[in-house]
């Protein structure tokens, strides 16, 4: 069964507008790039949209190999130093005619089903990192 975003998770994410989306271009080399997402509840799956995201690098190289990463992160504090994260790697997906995930978007997107998710810091005093495979 595929791992799901937790309630902490999902709270962190929703105040969130930026992630990196890490993929695997055709020589087999990474490719990581700021997109804007949404998390569909329903569905447990991250949605990368763009403004021209059928067009886009990410797009081919997902269509390709389905292997992806992706990761949200920010600094809650630089006093003391307090890093929060969320880490998804999974098996992502192109659409085409879809509903874009914010108003001004393109219709092409990414879904990306979880396979592992790992996150950081998002609970006060939290040293440990909480994964789910």
Do not use: C, H
């Not at 990581?32 to 059928?54: H, L, R």
């Not at 809650?76 to 890093?83: G, I, K, L, R, Y």
């Not at 879809?98 to 810091?121: E, K, L, Y």
């Amino acid at each position: 069964m595929a791992p799901k975003l937790t309630a902490q998770e999902l709270d962190y994410l929703r105040g969130q507008t930026l992630g990196r989306l890490a993929t695997v271009d055709q020589s087999g080399a990474p490719q990581n790039n700021p997109v804007g997402f949404v998390i569909d509840e329903d569905a447990g799956q991250v949605v990368i949209g763009g403004w021209a995201m059928g067009d886009s690098r990410k797009f081919r190289n997902v269509r390709r190999n389905p292997n992806v990463a992706f990761v949200v992160d920010d600094l809650a504090s630089t006093d003391p130093w307090v890093v929060r994260d969320v880490d998804v790697r999974g098996s992502a997906a192109t659409l085409v005619d879809a509903d874009p995930p914010m108003r001004g978007m393109s219709t092409d997107v990414i879904r990306i089903t979880p396979q592992w998710i790992g996150s950081w810091g998002l609970a006060p005093g939290e040293s440990t990192i909480s994964v789910q495979t």
